[in-house]
Every structure is written in structure tokens, then in C-alpha cells.
């Protein structure tokens, strides 16, 4: 059976990964969602083991001294890391899995799974980029300073990835995303099975 694709998103933190990541989920039933565990509370809403598995600092620590994690990074004083046995699981019985990671989890999933496919998302301005973590109205302004002063860190790292993304709508950037899993499945180092079999084939 061909393996499935393990597909990266990532981009700075309001550029709404998370949205467009959802949209492409719900039109793409047969697409895998991997998630991601972390030590950060949950924001309202949010429920465990469906958006995040939320654990505690030493339930996470003693996972990395497991090795149970593709990848795990400290983000802005909290734990990230993506469980690694429901991947290889999913991409082994052929599914598509999609990871919606930040910009140093991706570096680390890249030097692990070089076949993976990156795909990084950009706002459309930085300004609208300020605009839409200002409306999430969590920010002070000394971490909203921040997150604009890492967006512009990470918008350098996104040159490492293989595809970029504008969300300036997000049924456009699904859109563009959607294509561009159908071009990776049309890859022809990916189907030489088919070649096989029409040389194969007797006439």
C-alpha cells in the first residue's frame, strides 16, 4: 500500500493557521488531522484530546523521555510536541496526515521526514497580521510586540518550506492547498506502481 502523505503547515503566529487548517479538514473527510499535545491552559473552548491533548509539565517531560513525539518545541514558555505512533500508523495504512505545527517544530519534522510536504502561510500584510492578533483582544502590548518581532523571524524560516500560502481568504488559501495535494498525488516517484503495471500488462 503507497504511504500517505504527512502534510506541514505552519506560519506566524494570526495568520490563521488554525482556520484554514479546520476548512481544509471538513472538506477533506478523507484527510487525517494529527493533535498535537502542549502544556499551555486550554482557551476557551477548546476541549482535550479534539484540539489539543492537554497535558502537565511533567506528564510532557516524561513523553520526550519516552521518545513518544515526531517533533516538540518550548513555545513562548509552554510545551508543543506531535505524538509520533498515530502518524506512522495512518501514513502506513495510506492516509493523509496533516500537522498544523509552528515554524521550529517544523525544522525538527523536516530533518526526520524529508518526504514530508511544507507548506507555509502568510497574512497578506504585516499590518493585517497585527490586525487580526489585536482582535483576538488576549494581547497586552509588549506581547503583541513580540509576536509581530517572531512573525518576521519566522517569515524567514518559511523560505525552507516547499509551498507558500496567502491567506487573505480562507476559502481561497484552502483552495490553494487543496491543489496542491492533488499535484503531490500526481507526482510520478509516488505512483511507479502504475507504470508497472501497464509494463507489465500482456497483450
Known sequence: MKQGLLIVVSGPSGTGKG?????????????AYSISATTRQPRAGEVDG?????????????????GDFLEYANVY????????GKIQERRAAGEDVLLEIDTQGALNVMQRCPDG?????LPPSLTELEHRIRGRGSETEETLARRLGNA??????????????????VELAVARIKSILTAEHCRVDLNT???EVLQDEKR
Open 19 to 31: 482556520t484554514v487548517c479546520e476548512r481544509l479538514l471538513a472538506s477533506t473527510p478523507e484527510l
Open 50 to 66: 479534539q484540539n489539543y491533548y492537554f497535558l502537565t509539565r511533567e506528564q510532557f517531560e516524561q513523553k520526550i523521555a519516552e
Open 77 to 84: 514558555g509552554n510545551y508543543y510536541g506531535t505524538p509520533l
Open 117 to 121: 510536504l511544507f507548506i507555509f502561510l
Open 152 to 169: 518576521k523571524k519566522e517569515i524567514q524560516i518559511g523560505r525552507k518550506y516547499k509551498y507558500v500560502v496567502v491567506n487573505d481568504e
Open 193 to 195: 506502481e502504475l507504470f
